[in-house]
Structures are given as structure tokens and as C-alpha cells.
């Protein structure tokens, strides 16, 4: 019977989303190349074995649009007979490129397989594909929803709002996590994950010593009069503190058979057990992790007792303070070595780089299984189940 297992997993640092930023200077297909050149290096293996590199890009557009995987892989080397392609599950996009390219293992059609993804968001920013774009939705759409929906800073308010959550919950939520990001960058927990580059070793975007009195002088970050009006329940909560950072980077995950990996003298790290895509209001947006992460326990036939340790995408703290009440999550398993509202959020990769930071510390920990999820634009989420070997 197939499986499909991690062999390795490797990211870079990563850098802030800003023209000073440490990681600006490199072009998109360069920054995804480095990580691809890292898992082979890492692992030794020969890169013509790789059936397909799948790549994960939120912002298909300029220097990362016309299929940027592909070129990725022949900067990185690869022969040309290694074929890629690209993929879009907005946030969860590399997360979905490892379930596609786990699944096609499984499926045999695939014997060894990449799962990359990048976004320089420095370079090509947030929003980038849609400019320019009279209208987006069509009619079909726009008769379902006629009063639109919002930007996702406002779902993240609106999610506040409905679960009651208080600014100093989410200031409170948001600390912790740069706190926990600067804890195991000094203790070294984020080194076998690492592939550093132009100078950078350590994710550029943690601070340290921030308070929770810093935090609450600071202005709400998506206030607008019109959406107040339209939404009187907000309570305007969430700030630069507390939303995930715009960032660049990139990850990789090399995904192959246990019998391949045998017969290559490769150690897997963890076996990818299951896998559920779900979607939900896209007004929200954001709420989909809840009922992603029910669908995968169900398929797993596993409780979340079962869950050592949970890597949930911070998107926002509105966002994962609501699944840990929803789901009764023990928060001292969820992003034991803190999220993207202190490492950042590149939009592209940050499915990949969460697959990745999760695989390492489950060795680190001795966990069996862990659990991935993620929320994505639309009201979508992927989650995922490792089992650690």
C-alpha cells in the first residue's frame, strides 16, 4: 500500500515586505530557487528523479506570473525534463501544492515530487493580480452577494466582534507570539529549517520588548467610516500588532514514497496521513480552519487530544483565538514557536514554511502527530495531519 512522506523540509528566513527589506533585492524566481537548490543539496538527491514541482503564488502577476515555478526550478537547476506548474489557494497556496503533490504520490502518479511555494510581497504586492480589473466577481456572483464582501481586515473585525473578542486579548495573543518566535530563534530551534541568504539567518520581522501598554497605544489598522456604518458591531480592535506581517520568503518540501525513500538511503521525517479542504462564509472569510479542522480529524479518525502540535496561520489573532474557542484547542500546542504576526506571512509560501516548521518540531518534541491549517480569501482553509516517523 503507497504512502507519502516528508523526506525533508527547508525555508528561508524570512524577510520584511518593505523596498528596505533584506530579502527586496531578490527577484521572486531567484528567492524560490534557493529553497529547491537547499532541499537538494540537503538531501543529496538527484533533482532528474523529480516527477513535478508544484509551486505555491498567491500574487500571479509581473515577476511571478506566467507559471514562475517553472523558471524557479531551472534557476535552482533542475534538468529540464522536470516539469512544474503553479497554483493559487490565496494564503493556503503551498499548503494545497503539498496536498497535490502528496495525493499524486499516493495516486502513483507520481513517485518523488516537490511541494514550493514564495511571495515576495516587496515586489509584487498584495493585491497586484487584481488591479487593474474593472470587476472581479461577474454577475452570477454579484446577484448572490449584492452587497459585496470585504477586505480581510475587516473580516478579522468582524470575527472579533462576533466571538467577543477584547483588544487586550488580541494585543495579549500577538505578544505572545514574538515572544515565542525570539525564544527559539535564540535557542536555535529554527536552524535545521533554515537556509539563510543576502546575510539573513534570522526571520527579519520579531521584536522584542514590546509590552502590552506599547501595544494598546497603538491606532486600529482598518478603520474605515463606510464599513462602520455598514458594521456598527465592530469594535475596531485589530492593529498593526496583531495582523500577520507582509513579508518575503520561500519554503520547500520534498515528498516521495517510504519504499523510494528506502531504496535512496533517505530517512523520512513524517508521513503525511491526511488532508481536507473546506470552505465557509466568505464574508468572514477567515472561518473556514474550524470546519477544515473537523473534516480532517473526522478523516483521521483522531481526536484533537491526539494533536501533540498545531500550526495554525496567524493571519490575524482574531482568527486563531476564535478556533482555539471553537475547536477547544490547548493553546500550549498551537504555534509553540510563534506565528506570522511575529515571522510574517509570505502569502505564497507560508503553507509550505508552516509544513516545514511543523515537521521539525515535531522530531524536536518526539510528537506523533501534528496538524496544519489555514485560512485562505474566500472563506476557504486547508488542513492537514502529519504523522511523525
Known sequence: MRDAVIVDAVRTPIGRGKPNGALHGIH????????LSALITRTGVDPSLIDDVIGGVVSQVGEQGVNMTRRAALA??????????????????SQQAVHFAAQGVLAGAYDM????????????PMGASARGADDISGVG?????????????????????KWGL???QLDEFALNSHEKAARATKNG?????????????TDEGIRTGSTLDTLAGLKPAYYDPAMAERFPQIGWNITAASASQISDGSAAVLIT??????????RPLARLHSFAVAGDDPLLMLTAVIPATRKVLDRAGLTLADIDLIEINEAFASVVTAWEHDTGADPERVNVHGGAIALGHPLGASGARLMTTLVHAMHDRGARYGLQTMCEAGGLANATILERL
Open 28 to 35: 521572486p524566481v531567484d528567492l524560490m530557487a534557493h529553497s
Open 166 to 168: 477584547s483588544r487586550a
Open 113 to 124: 515530487v516537490v511541494a514550493t511555494g514564495v511571495e515576495s510581497m516587496s515586489r509584487v
Open 189 to 201: 530551534q529554527f536552524a535545521a529549517e533554515l537556509a539563510p541568504l543576502a546575510g539573513l539567518d
Open 141 to 161: 456572483f454579484t446577484r448572490r452577494y449584492p452587497d459585496g464582501l470585504v477586505p480581510q481586515g475587516i473580516s478579522a473585525e468582524l470575527i472579533a466582534a
Open 76 to 93: 535552482a537547476g533542475f534538468p529540464e525534463s522536470v516539469p512544474a506548474t503553479t497554483v493559487d489557494r490565496q494564503c493556503g497556496s
Open 257 to 266: 514514497t517510504s519504499e523510494r525513500a528506502r531504496a535512496l538511503g533517505l
